[in-house]
C-alpha cells in the first residue's frame, strides 16, 4: 500500500482562490507601487503595463479546459511560497528591488502549486512566468549587456560604411564620418528593442509552436534578429548623417526609424514560426 505525501485531492471554489491570492498581493502592494512608477518613469520598460494584463488574459482563455482539470494540494506549492517569503524579507531589508520583485512571481507560482496542484500549474506555467518580463534587470546587468551591444553596432557599421565606400573611423561608440560626427548612445543600444521583443516573441513562440524546443528556438531567435535590426537602424542613421544632416537624425526620425525597425524584427520573427511550424510539425 502507498501513500501520497505531497498532494491531496481538493476543490476550490473560485471565491477561496480570490482570498489568498488577493492577500498576497497586499502583502507585495508597496514593491508593486515600485514597480509601477518605474514603468512609467523608464521607457526601456514601459511595456510592463501591458505584461499582467496579458498574463491575466491568457489564463482566462483557457479558463475552460482549467475547469476540468483535477484539483490537488501539492505541499511543495508551501515550501515554495515559504522560501519565496524568506527572499522577500532578505530583499526588503537590503532594498534589492529585483530579487524582491522576483520573489512575487516565485509566490505565485507556489500559491497555484500549494492550492491548486501540478497538472494545474504546469496548464498555467507560461502566463506566471511571463510576468517576469515585467520586472526591471538589475542595472549592473543592464549596463553590462548595453556597452557590448553599443560597441558591436558601432563596429559593423563602421566596417559596412567603409566597404561601401564611405570613408568612416570609430572612436569609441563615436563614428566619424566625412565632416559628421555620430554618437551611438545609450539609446542606441537596441536594449529596448530586445526588451519588447523578447516579451511579444515569447507569447508568440508559446501560441503558434506546440512543441516546447520550437518555443525555444524561436525565442532564442529573438536575440540575434534584435541586434542585426539596430544595427541596421544605427547604419541607415549614419547614412542619412554622411548623405544630408545630422539635423534629420532627430526626432521624429530616430523614433520612426525605431519603430519600422521593431516592426521588421517582428516579422521576421513571424517568418521563422511559420518556418518552424512546417519543421516540427
Known sequence: ????????????????????????????LPALFDLVKDWWEDPNYSHGFLIPIVSIALIWKR????????????????????????????????????TLRFSFVLALFGLTLYLLGSKITRAVWFPLFFLLFM???PYVIYYAITFPMQTLATKITVVVLNTIGMNAVRQGNIIHITEHT??????????????????????????????????????????????????????VTAVVVAVISEQVTEEPFHSIMGLLVFVVAFILLFICGFILRKVFK
Request: net charge positive; glycine share 4%.
Open 1 to 28: 500500500m502507498t501513500q501520497n505525501t505531497t498532494a491531496t485531492s481538493s476543490h476550490i471554489s473560485i471565491r477561496q482562490l480570490l482570498i489568498p491570492f488577493i492577500g498576497l498581493v497586499l502583502v507585495y
Open 63 to 98: 479558463k475552460d479546459t482549467l475547469g476540468d482539470i483535477p484539483q490537488s494540494t501539492d505541499r511543495r506549492g508551501l515550501v515554495l511560497l515559504l522560501f519565496s517569503i524568506v527572499l522577500f524579507v532578505v530583499a526588503n531589508g537590503s532594498a534589492e528591488y529585483f
Open 135 to 137: 520586472i526591471p534587470i
Open 182 to 235: 555620430l554618437e551611438v548612445a545609450e539609446a542606441c543600444s537596441g536594449i529596448r528593442s530586445l526588451v519588447s521583443l523578447l516579451a511579444l516573441s515569447a507569447i508568440y513562440a508559446y501560441t503558434s509552436q506546440k512543441r516546447f524546443i520550437a518555443q525555444a528556438f524561436l525565442f532564442l531567435l529573438t536575440i540575434p534578429i534584435a541586434i542585426a535590426g539596430n544595427v541596421f537602424r544605427v547604419l
